[in-house]
């Protein structure tokens, strides 16, 4: 009996190799000053490229490792899978891993052991690449939760400036008038 053939879907699974319009870089733009935007998105575009090459160098059997982008509260994100094969219908399908050791996963038995050093090289950059990436985001959210804490704590003075900027405009407006320093309109007087 032959077994059925063992090919890793595109997107079959919700996942996706791509992260779309590199949402995480997109988040930070607006902290251009720090750098934070360009940074974000060059770390989202060379794990793009490791997970091609990734995909590359190993064959589509279980045990293959890769970087899907997956969506959680409208967020698309990075994640380690491992391709396992489902119990009922024998297809590969994603297993999200730990990162924190995925160097150290790298298959090294049969197909797998041509470009093992290639791969575990690979997944031990996308571990350092994910750190980075985890470590931008908790400094974009301390100085989004900072400026947060500005703004909540200036905006009774900035409201108590706003109203009295519209009072001294107002009696300026009025004085002008008033001196006829230009004509209201429809006052044909003057």
């Known amino acids: 009996m032959s077994q059925p053939k063992q090919s890793i879907p595109e997107g079959a699974d919700g996942t996706t190799d791509d992260p779309g319009e590199l949402h995480f870089a997109h988040l930070v733009s607006g902290y251009a000053p720090f750098g934070l935007g360009e940074q974000a998105a060059r770390i989202d575009r060379t794990l793009v490229l490791i997970g091609q090459m990734l995909n590359i160098s190993q064959p589509p059997r279980p045990g293959k490792m890769g970087i ?15 391709w396992r094969l489902t119990k009922t219908r024998g297809h590969l399908w994603p297993a999200r891993v730990d990162p924190s050791r995925m160097g150290l996963r790298a298959k090294e038995n049969g197909t797998f052991a041509v470009c093992r050093m290639e791969t575990t090289e690979l997944l031990q950059m996308a571990q350092k690449l994910l750190a980075m990436r ?48 230009y004509q209201v309109e429809g006052d044909s007087t003057g």
Not at 68 to 82: A, F, L, N, Q
């Open 134 to 181: 985890k470590s931008l985001r908790d400094g974009v959210a301390r100085i989004r939760h900072t400026i947060n804490g500005l703004r909540l704590a200036q905006e009774p003075v900035l409201n108590f400036q706003s109203r009295r900027l519209t009072a001294i405009d107002s009696a300026i407006h009025g004085r002008m008038v008033e001196h006829g320093y």
């Open 68 to 82: 899907r982008w997956w969506i959680t509260k409208g967020e698309r994100h990075p994640v380690v899978v491992e």
